[in-house]
C-alpha cells in the first residue's frame, strides 16, 4: 500500500496517496459541523457547532483533528480498520515539540499506522521544485512563515513566523468594502470567494496610490440577490503585504522580512537562499503577486536580489498552493521504503519523543 501524505492548513486540508506528479486527490475546509445537544432547550434538541481543529497552522482541537482524519483516511483514502498504511505530514515552522508528539501517539494509538513521518513544509515545499537549498514565502490563511533552507534543513535562527495570514486580509477585504456599499450585509464566506475572485495587487506602491482615480468599478451579485460595487478595494489585500501598517501593523513589508531573515545566514549560502525564493500559499497565487513581489525584490537594498524560482513543467498547476504537499510524496517516496521513517516497533520502544530522533 502507497503511503498517504496529509497536508493540515487552517482552511483547507490536503490528503491523498503519494503521487508526486500529481495534485492531492483530496482537498476540503479543515472546518467541522458537529451535531451537539442544547442543554437549554432540552428534550434532545441538536444544534450545530462549528469546530476549527486547525488554528494558524497548530492543532488546537485533538478530538476534532481526530474526527477529521478519521473522515479522511477511511472514508476518503480507502484505509480499512486493521489494515492501515504509512503517513507522512506536513508541519509548519516552529511547531512545538509536544504537538509533533501528540501527532505520532494519535496515529500509532489511534490509527494503528505502520509507518509515521512528517517534516517541515518549507523543506517540502522546495523539494517539490526540485530544490534542497532556497527560502520560502509561505502566506497561509493563519500565518506567515519565511524560512531560509540550507541543504534540507530550516535554519530556525533565521526564520520568522507571523500570526497574519489569508484570513486577516479577508477581514480586511470585508472592512473596505463594507466602507462602500454601507447598506449591504456580506456573510465572511462571501468575501472569502469575492477575494479569491477579484484581489489582485498593483505594480508598485505608486500605482496603487494612483488607483483612487483610474479604478473601473465592477458590479457583482451575491448569492442572495445583492448587489455590491467593488472598485479599488481589490487591490488592498496585496498592498497590505508590502505595507503592513494597512493591517496595523508597524512593521516592514514582505520583501524587506524576506531579505532580512537570509542576513541571519552565513555570508557563503546568500546567494543560493536569495536566487531560490519561492512563493507558496493560496495568496500567492493572487493575480498580480508574483510579478509585484519581484519587481519589489529588484529595487531592495541587498547586493543579491532575490528571484523567484519557476516551478518544473512537469508539476501541476497551482503548485503553490499544494507545494508542501507535492513535496511531501516525493519524501514519502524515500523515506518509508528506505526505513528512515517511524515504525511501530520504534514507538513501542521508545514513546512518542522519537519524532525528534527521526523527524527533521
Known sequence: MEAVV????????KAGIALPDQSPSLVMPSKMKL????????????????????????VKDWDAMEDLLNYVLYSNIGWEIGDEGQILFTEPLFTPKALREQLAQLMFEKFNVSGFYDSEQAVLSLYA??????????????????APVCEGAVQHIASKRFDIGGTDLTNLFAEELKKSNSSVNIDISDV??????????????MAFEAIGSSCRPERHTLPDGQVITIEKERYIVGEALFQPHILG??????????????????????????????????????TGF???????????????????????????????????????????????????????GDYDETGPSIVHKKCF
Open 6 to 13: 496529509v497536508d493540515a492548513g487552517s482552511k483547507l486540508l
Open 35 to 58: 451535531e451537539v445537544e442544547d442543554g437549554q432547550m432540552g428534550d434532545g434538541a441538536v444544534v450545530e457547532e462549528v469546530v476549527q481543529p486547525v488554528v494558524r497552522g497548530f
Open 129 to 146: 521544485v526540485g530544490r534542497i537549498s532556497g527560502c520560502t514565502v509561505d502566506i497561509g490563511h493563519g500565518k506567515i512563515d519565511i
Open 192 to 205: 472569502e470567494r469575492l477575494k479569491e475572485q477579484y484581489a489582485c495587487c498593483a505594480e508598485d506602491q
Open 249 to 286: 501593523l508597524e512593521d516592514y513589508g514582505i520583501v524587506h522580512q524576506l531579505v532580512t531573515s537570509v542576513s541571519n545566514v552565513a555570508p557563503e549560502y546568500h546567494r543560493q537562499l536569495l536566487e531560490n525564493t519561492m512563493l507558496c500559499g493560496g495568496t500567492a497565487s493572487m
Open 290 to 344: 508574483e510579478d509585484r513581489f519581484q519587481r519589489e525584490a529588484n529595487l531592495s537594498a541587498s547586493a543579491i536580489c532575490p528571484s523567484l524560482v519557476k516551478p518544473p513543467e512537469y508539476m501541476p498547476e497551482n503548485l503553490a498552493r499544494y507545494s508542501a504537499w507535492l513535496g511531501g510524496a516525493i519524501l514519502a517516496k524515500v523515506v518509508f521504503p528506505q526505513n528512515q521513517h517511524v515504525t511501530k
